[in-house]
């Protein structure tokens, strides 16, 4: 299954020969919601076609819309969802992207991609890691607001203490395990009763070796390769342990004080996003009132004209843009002229669309915002460096 990671993007990107065919719709995880799934894909795709046709009636792109059709027979294919899926073709390319958080309904035919949801499911602000954390076990989920997925540990990170220490576990250590004991409970030969991280007790030594090798891998193989801010989700006596051990600059002070084995992953979603929403409003208000500053000493602006020069001029460090509105329009990417005209043109994209690539092709910063946290409502604000 294609599902959304950070290599998509750039794939796309290369890729982007006119014409370029974006569908966007919300898709259902289980039955029975997904039975009408693909007949929603094929309602959008009628409307491509339709869009398509005003610019090439000559059956020019019966090749770039086959695989579509053909997806919406694909029965196995709409029995697995997740919350959202995009579907991209350009002559000779085809990619579908299964999304875990849902979109709105949105067909775009152009001369470019519409990545503009993509950008905003990408984006490291509210996109976070979480570490389920027990004594001798770990589980890792990746997520955001809207959905939260349990994701295979890279090779090289321990999910058990045996796999960290192997012939290195105390003889004890092991015992507890093999009769499921945990924290000193009753229930069997071999029970050790001990303080989670006592220095004096072994198997509470074996416990922080643990999380010394857990916290070194995952911040090798998944934080700095992510950027993902990492939750820890464990009980209070493991939380102590592990951030006392922690060299991860990534993980977060808000923290899930639970077991995380005896909870479902949405009800986990749901306590994390409740624990990091107050930093992830705070990390966007800091954003509108630097821009508010700049703007006020000529450093910044929400002109989307004015914007674009500086754009292609490389000046933009930080752009917000509006999740919510679209502005149809051509962009010249050398010079930052902006040509304004109808979403009806297949050869027309949305100039929020465009300007969030330029600006990120030119190393700023992009965020894709709700409407009711833009500071203003011509759908851009940007921050320039100079």
């Not at 589980?139 to 058990?160: C, H, I, K, Q, Y």
């Not at 004096?200 to 090798?220: L, N």
């Not at 801010?229 to 939380?239: D, R």
């Not at 000493?297 to 914007?307: A, E, R």
Request: with cysteine; net charge negative.
């Amino acid at each position: 299954m294609n599902v959304l990671n950070d290599a998509v993007l750039p794939e796309l990107i290369a890729a982007q020969q006119a014409p370029c065919l974006s569908l966007y719709q919300p898709t259902h995880r289980t039955h029975p919601d997904n039975a009408q799934d693909h007949i929603l894909f094929g309602n959008l795709l009628k409307q491509a076609e339709e869009s398509l046709t005003l610019k090439y009636p000559n059956g020019e792109t019966v090749a770039l819309l086959k695989p579509f059709k053909a997806l919406v027979e694909d029965n196995d294919f709409w029995n697995y969802n997740l919350s959202g899926l995009a579907v991209f073709a350009a002559p000779g390319f085809f990619k579908v992207v299964r999304m875990q958080r849902p979109v709105s309904e949105l067909v775009v035919s152009a001369n470019s991609f519409h990545l503009k949801p993509l950008r905003r499911a990408l984006q490291t602000a509210d996109r976070f890691h979480v570490l389920g954390l027990t004594m001798d076990r770990i589980v890792l989920f990746e997520g955001n607001r809207d959905a939260l997925d349990e994701m295979t540990p890279a090779e090289g990170v321990p999910v058990s203490i045996t796999d960290a220490l192997g012939e290195e576990l105390t003889e004890k250590h092991q015992t507890v395990a093999s009769y499921g004991g945990t924290g000193g409970r009753s229930g069997g030969p071999g029970e050790v009763r001990h303080g989670h991280g006592g220095k004096s007790d072994e198997v509470g030594k074996d416990t922080e070796r643990f999380f010394r090798a857990v916290d070194r891998a995952i911040m090798e193989h998944h934080t700095k390769p992510s950027g993902h801010s990492l939750v820890l989700a464990a009980l209070p006596e493991h939380q102590g342990v592990f951030r006392s051990v922690s060299h991860n600059p990534k993980l977060l002070a808000e923290s899930v004080v639970i077991d995380p084995t005896g909870i479902s992953p949405d009800k986990l979603r749901r306590m994390v996003w409740e624990a990091v929403e107050p930093r992830y409003h705070a990390h966007v208000r800091g954003l509108v009132e630097q821009f508010g500053t700049s703007k006020a000493q000529g450093l910044g602006s929400d002109d989307i004209t004015d914007v674009a020069e500086a754009a292609a001029a490389g000046r933009v460090g930080t752009l917000l843009v509006d999740a919510d509105k679209a502005i149809a329009g051509r962009l010249d990417t050398s010079s930052g002229k902006v040509v304004f005209d109808s979403l009806l043109d297949p050869r027309v994209d949305d100039l929020l669309d465009d300007l969030s690539e330029l600006v990120a092709e030119r190393g700023g910063q992009v965020l894709v915002v709700p409407s009711d946290v833009m500071p203003g409502d011509t759908g851009v604000a940007a921050t320039y460096r100079y």
